[in-house]
């Protein structure tokens, strides 16, 4: 088993503060939503997960299986098993997708213990089909002329085939149609397992329609202000955040203002 564990996490961007202490625990063999507000951190909470170095941790702890992620660099964090499908992925040239997925495997592994290419092209043709995606896709340049729900869904086959103990999936729905939507719901389902455990950020209750959270938690002005159960996202969706704003006496939902 494995655990990622937030702690008071505050982090700056360009000298102002957008999480003010967040604490969140994900064990593989969990799926967990985060949901909330424009604007509130969600994004800015994965960023600082894999260490984009914009982002500045000035207060708090990351821990994985009880080591310091905070003290780790982006690729050694990808190693030690974590990921990131980000909310905007971007593209690279130069690097075909299916090499990059290759060689993100390797790098999780001991010299000498390296995927075969038989394996390898196995394991990507029955991923890719799972996803419904054309396999010519594994040859491209990652991410280059993807359209959005292309690259959504490519997140999800690197996710597959590289097999992370935490992933942190950030608006993974965004721009999917239904049938996209559920063969990327599809793919983390069959993820699930001892192995995984994984952080959903997503603006809409929609995708927890095929992906059920163990948890769910809500996310405003830079803090997780509610946790619960998958019914938390039923209400958020029929009622909306006021009545979380209400009840915590929040006026105004955007961070970083005075
Ligand atoms: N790279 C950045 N530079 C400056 N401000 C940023 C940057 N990224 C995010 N922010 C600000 O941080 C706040 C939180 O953004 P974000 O984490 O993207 O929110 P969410 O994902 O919840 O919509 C917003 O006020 C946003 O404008
Ligand atoms: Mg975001």
Redesign the pocket.
């Known amino acids: 088993m494995s655990t990622l564990v937030i702690k008071d996490l505050h982090v700056e961007?360009?000298g102002?503060e957008?999480l003010k202490g967040v604490n969140l625990t994900i064990n593989t063999n969990e799926v967990h939503a985060i949901m909330?507000?424009?604007?509130?951190?969600?994004?800015?909470?994965a960023s600082a997960v894999m260490g984009h170095p914009?982002y500045e941790v000035t207060q708090g702890s990351i821990m994985l299986d009880g080591e310091d992620v905070l003290e780790m660099e982006v690729d050694e964090r990808a190693r030690a098993g974590l990921f990131l499908a980000m909310?905007y992925p971007s593209e690279i040239s130069g690097v075909t997708n299916a090499d990059f997925m290759r060689s993100s495997i390797n790098a999780r592994r001991e010299e000498g213990e390296e995927i075969s290419l038989m394996k390898f092209i196995r394991e990507l043709d029955s991923k890719m089909e799972v996803l419904d995606m054309d396999q010519e896709m594994a040859q491209r340049y990652l991410n280059e002329g993807f359209s959005g729900g292309e690259k959504k869904r490519n997140e999800i086959l690197q996710m597959m085939m590289i097999k992370p103990k935490i992933a942190v999936l950030?608006e993974i729905d965004s721009g999917l149609d239904i049938d996209a939507l559920k063969v990327v719901s599809e793919g983390i389902n069959q993820m699930r397992g001892e192995e995984f455990g994984c952080l959903i950020?997503t603006h809409y209750q929609r995708l927890l329609n095929y992906i059920t959270p163990d948890h769910v938690h809500v996310?405003m002005q830079g803090r997780v202000v509610k946790s619960g159960g998958k019914e938390l996202a039923q209400k958020l969706e029929a009622e909306g955040y006021d009545w979380i704003k209400a009840e915590l006496g929040i006026e105004d939902e955007?961070?970083?203002q005075a």
């Open positions: 961007i360009e102002k957008i909330g507000p424009n604007g509130t951190g969600k994004s800015t909470l914009k909310q950030d950020i996310m955007t961070v970083g």
